[in-house]
């Protein structure tokens, strides 16, 4: 059985303490959050027995195998590694940290001290990715990708009012490369490894981050497109175009639809069903490198982390 406890109290938190109740193996023991009665509160909405209010006091909790980190951007670095330092293993949401030098430092921490580190990033470990990572090989050399997230934030209009929420603040590590760019890109990363090189082009705000943008991405043969904005809201779904023919999904995050269109047949339906929470299925896979110790999947998914903090720290 892994332990975990969770730090934050955001909507991200209560959707993941949500998400163990359908995974085996898993108990979320303990909750922290510096203020008592959110503290409480998360506690007792999910009938869970101790909650913190002091981040030391929880580390030192024997019965604490692994934290779920959900602070905001800034903090990640710092908490994760008052975690590490204290044997346990940790996931921590996306973005992970804010440079390759923080990531970096984190995971010698993490295998200094023997333990796991893991980013949040759900979309790769649904079975639709897997899905769709087995039937890429359809479309032949694939030329062309295009991929997107473009969501409209609920906090867009308090910021038109002059309320800058954290994932508008420069300081607080906000933007929409990092908000919400990250879920391609960590896809394209996953599918085709590292670009030979990546050029992003901002739409700034006021404030310094990027309220949406453009990232392009070039390999060998093909390149990809992927945009990203908190600012509007798109319709369009993403593709993976090559010579014999295209794959057509609706979101990188997550997916639910995955429509293979070859270039001269009819097309096919490919998804696959998924009865669990979105954010469940990592979970559940966090759990089982945990408890098999399986070195090669761990280090095929801090690859990735370490990839996508380098492209989006340059940018």
């Known amino acids: 059985m892994l332990k975990i406890a ?20 898993v108990d979320v023991v303990a909750v922290f ?25 929880m580390l030192t909790d024997s019965g604490i195998d692994c934290v779920y980190v959900a602070t ?32 970096s430092q984190a995971y010698e921490e993490a295998d200094r001290q023997g333990v796991y580190l893991f980013e949040a990033m759900r979309n790769l470990h649904t079975p639709n990715f897997k899905k769709l990572a087995e039937s890429l090989n359809q479309v032949g050399k694939v030329r062309s990708v295009y991929l997107h997230r473009i969501r409209y934030s609920s906090k867009y209009d308090a910021f038109l009012q002059g309320e800058v929420a954290s994932v508008f603040s420069k300081e607080m590590g906000g933007g ?13 990363i996953a599918l ?14 006021h404030t310094g981050v990027d309220g949406s943008g453009t990232l392009v991405l070039e390999y060998d043969e093909f390149n990809c497109v992927l945009m990203c904005s908190k600012l509007s809201t798109s319709y369009n779904y993403g593709e993976f175009q090559g010579e014999k023919g295209t794959l057509i999904i609706d979101n990188p995050a997550p997916i639910s639809q995955i429509q293979f269109q070859p270039i001269k047949d009819e097309s096919q339906l490919l998804k ?6 979105n954010m469940s299925y990592q979970i559940e896979n966090f759990a089982r490198m945990i408890l098999e ?3 090669h999947a761990y280090h095929y998914y801090r690859d990735i982390s370490k990839q996508v903090v380098s492209i989006v720290e340059g940018c």
């Not at 009665?37 to 030391?56: G, R, V």
């Not at 085709?192 to 705000?205: C, D, E, I, K, M």
């Not at 696959?272 to 929470?277: A, F, G, I, N, R």
Request: aromatic letters at 10%; charged letters at 20%.
């Open 33 to 57: 959050s510096r203020n008592e009665d959110t503290a409480s509160s998360l506690a007792k909405k999910f009938s869970i027995s101790t909650h913190y209010t002091n981040l030391a006091d």
């Open 272 to 277: 696959t069903e998924e009865p669990l929470p």
């Open 72 to 103: 905001p951007n800034t903090f990640h670095f710092d908490h994760v590694m008052q975690c590490l330092k204290k044997k346990k293993h940790v996931i921590c949401e996306k973005p992970m940290f804010m440079t390759v030098d923080e990531w």
């Open 176 to 188: 929409a490369l990092r908000d919400l760019g990250v879920y391609p890109l960590s896809l394209v």
């Open 293 to 295: 110790r399986d070195e």
């Open 192 to 205: 085709f490894g590292a670009p030979n090189s990546s050029t992003y082009f901002p739409v700034r705000l």
């Open 6 to 25: 969770t730090m934050g109290t955001s909507q991200i938190t209560h959707s993941f303490i949500d998400a163990t109740q359908y995974v085996n193996h």
